[in-house]
């Protein structure tokens, strides 16, 4: 018998520190491990955008965002107990249209439970309402890497014109984004630059450029490139002769000329009216080079010496102007 109340003073004992623990920790009546809300929902929907987490009825803080354009969303709540009182915002519902605060702000919606028995709950999602998206679609420069644009780039000019030289094959172009959110594409990649090959000389290339802004409107910029045909400038602009002058005064449309010169030589100096041209016979230059010169021996009096120059276009047309020397007798 002795044994006997000894192990039960013992378990007294045990239950008598675990009570003292529960008084001096503020729990006077009962004990118990929380497994979530009192008053639980089945069921937290909200439309449009989807909770964060996903819905659990153990969960009660959730977050949604939602782009500028939603200005209101309906939140729908199920109870596990059909007889659980439930407001939205405020309001007695169980599903209920939430107007939202303005762009770039939060808002947050408290759904609010009370059991037939007084017990209470509350679930909160808090929506995220973004900022508008940019409209910009404008391109802030746009460069080439031969000729001008005309008219010169502006922003709200959407149509351009590009003239080259007969001798370019192709163009760079770089494109710069007004905002850096917005989109390049077409015949520009979103890097914003492309070399861009030409067809013949003579021909005609349209380029375009399209930029779509963040918000999904876009415009499109449009360059016609123009690749000059060779020309067929086979003039000269200016020829001399020394010493003596030329009859008639030289003009660039007269090829026949008359010098009468005692000299025994003559310095002729021709300059083309297209640096690109070739001038030949008794002046020569090549492409690039203007102006050529030369001294040409004369021969004795009363001998006539004819100096001829022709100049060749880079289109293949030709003339020849033509200057007659007499050498007159003493």
């Not at 349209?206 to 499109?220: D, F, K, M, Q, Y």
């Amino acid at each position: 018998m002795r044994h006997t109340l000894t192990v039960m003073g013992q378990y007294l004992a045990v239950i008598f520190l675990v009570m003292i623990g529960l008084n001096s920790s503020g729990c006077t009546d009962t004990a118990s491990i929380s497994d979530g809300p009192e008053v639980k929902l089945s069921g937290l929907t909200i439309s449009p955008g989807g909770l964060r987490p996903p819905f659990s009825a153990t969960t009660t803080n959730y977050t949604v965002n939602v782009p500028a354009t939603v200005t209101s969303v309906t939140v729908t709540a199920t109870p596990e107990d059909g007889s659980t009182n439930i407001t939205i915002a405020g309001t007695a519902a169980r599903s209920l249209p939430v107007d939202l605060s303005p762009p770039g702000s939060t808002k947050d919606i408290t759904i609010f439970l009370t059991s037939p028995g007084g017990g209470q709950s509350t679930y909160i999602i808090t929506v995220n309402r973004a900022l508008p998206l940019s409209g910009n679609n404008e391109l802030s420069s746009l460069a080439v890497s031969s000729g001008s644009l005309s008219p010169a780039f502006a922003p709200d000019t959407l149509t351009y014109t590009l003239d080259v030289a007969t001798g370019i094959t192709s163009v760079t172009f770089t494109a710069t984004k007004s905002d850096p959110n917005a989109v390049i594409s077409g015949d520009v990649p979103n890097g914003g630059q492309a070399t861009i090959p030409l067809d013949g000389p003579g021909t005609n290339k349209n380029v375009s450029i399209t930029v779509t802004a963040p918000n999904g409107l876009s415009r499109t910029y449009t360059i016609t490139v123009t690749r000059l045909a060779p020309s067929s400038n086979s003039n000269l602009s200016a020829l001399t002769v020394a010493p003596g002058s030329l009859s008639p005064g030289f003009s660039p449309n007269t090829l026949i000329y008359d010098v009468s010169s005692s000299a025994g030589s003559l310095t002729v100096s021709a300059t083309k009216a297209n640096p690109d041209a070739v001038m030949s016979g008794s002046v020569a230059a090549g492409t690039g080079v203007p102006t050529g010169s030369a001294t040409i021996p004369l021969g004795g009096p009363g001998i006539i010496t004819r100096i001829s120059i022709t100049v060749t276009a880079p289109n293949g047309a030709s003339q020849t102007y033509t200057i007659t020397v007499s050498r007159p007798f003493r």
